[in-house]
């Protein structure tokens, strides 16, 4: 059986600001903006594309190094879209990945984006049946070859 994962949020003021608690992981604030809260926080909106963001952009990076691809830098850039009533829920998100290789090519990072989506991102795959989720990629040649070695101090 697999373990569950558990967090706690606990409310922190006398507003609506909670502090998260995941194992011994560093808290995070999650606040509203002001009236309702003091803004000294992630919103939920904003932790949930920080979870697909991290989860797809964590599955795609695994993949491309499976490929033995050389991976100099990647950066995802997830943007919500939310609607205009309540429940003002996204009703599109986008992610826009850019990767920073010496050797890998748009179709590897494409492939890695479809694999992601279909089959190894759990967040994607709970969020992709409830809102559209729309890609863009780009990749970049890395300034240093994956074989250069750093001077020895």
């Not at 697999?2 to 006398?14: A, D, F, I, M």
């Not at 090519?105 to 492939?111: F, T, W």
Request: net charge positive; charged share 20%.
């Amino acid at each position: 059986m697999v373990k569950p994962l558990e967090v706690g949020v606990r409310l922190t003021n006398q507003k609506v600001q909670f502090t998260a608690l995941t194992g011994v992981n560093p808290a995070i604030t999650i606040d509203y903006v002001p009236p309702l809260g003091d803004g000294q926080g992630c919103t939920p909106l904003e932790v949930l594309l920080v979870s697909l963001a991290s989860c797809s952009g964590s599955t795609i990076v695994t993949l491309l190094r499976k490929m033995r691809k050389n991976v100099a830098g990647f950066g995802v850039k997830a943007t919500g879209i939310r609607r205009e009533v309540h429940p003002t829920s996204f009703q599109k998100i986008t992610l826009e990945f850019t990767l920073m290789s010496a050797d890998a090519a748009e179709a590897d990072l494409q492939k890695a984006i479809a694999l992601s989506e279909e089959t190894y991102c759990p967040v994607w795959a709970m969020l992709k049946n409830a809102v559209e989720i729309v890609t863009a990629y780009r990749t970049q040649p890395s300034r240093e070859s994956p074989c250069r070695r750093q001077p020895v101090a």
